[in-house]
């Protein structure tokens, strides 16, 4: 098995290092992290990410970045990238992934998922736990979709945007980069890029 490093300690990767424990595909050789030192889940925290060059000298090969983040996950993704690190996906063997949808690189799949036909997952996004992405939607780069969403066919959904806990957004909406759509708000209209909407149905109340 390839050796693999998960980049981030937080809660988050907790679920992360579960899944690739579960998929016996990767062996997972510890985590790196800023600020957080110990273990996570009985997995060594190596150091922080300046440690990543030496252990791709190591002969490390793979590197998953399990940071929630939307913007800083897309500036450690590039960085491993840069480095040489083969970037791969978490899919949790619990997520129902159609053989049809094309996913992209660094892209984690919960337990409870389902990703269904022609659906195209870009590079970095969350699909969280129990989250429903319907048939051709598009979901862009370092997007994550919280617990629990389901998401209408034919729906666009742009770079680096939060859909949050149990949303809903209906089919064949446009919704723009870096938006934020607050936990269990309805989307059924499109939304432009950069703003900030919540409520039944979903409504900006800020710009950015």
Do not use: W
Request: hydrophobic content about 45%; glycine content about 12%.
């Amino acid at each position: 098995m390839n050796k693999l490093v998960i980049i981030g300690a937080g809660p988050h990767s907790k679920v992360i290092l579960d899944i690739f424990l579960k998929m016996k595909k990767y062996e997972v050789v510890g985590l790196t992290d800023p600020t957080v030192e110990g273990y996570v889940l009985g997995y060594p925290i190596l150091g922080t990410d300046e440690i990543l060059p030496d252990l791709k000298k190591q002969g490390i090969e793979c590197a998953f970045v399990a940071l929630g983040n939307n913007k800083i996950r897309k500036n450690a993704f590039y960085t491993a990238e840069s480095l040489g690190f083969k970037m791969v996906n978490a899919i949790s063997p619990k997520a129902t992934v159609s053989e049809f949808a094309k996913l992209s690189e660094g892209i984690a799949v919960m337990p409870g998922a389902i990703i269904n036909a022609c659906a195209n997952i870009g590079k970095g996004v969350v699909i969280n736990t129990n989250v429903s992405v319907d048939h051709d939607c598009q979901i862009g780069a370092f997007s994550h979709i919280a617990p629990g969403c389901a998401i209408s066919g034919s729906t666009y959904i742009g770079e680096e945007t939060f859909l949050g806990t149990g949303s809903r957004v209906i089919d064949k909406i446009h919704i723009g980069n870096k938006v934020i759509v607050g936990a269990g708000s309805v989307v059924i209209r499109n939304l432009e890029s950069n703003c900030k909407v919540v409520g039944v149905p979903a409504k900006i109340i800020k710009k950015f």
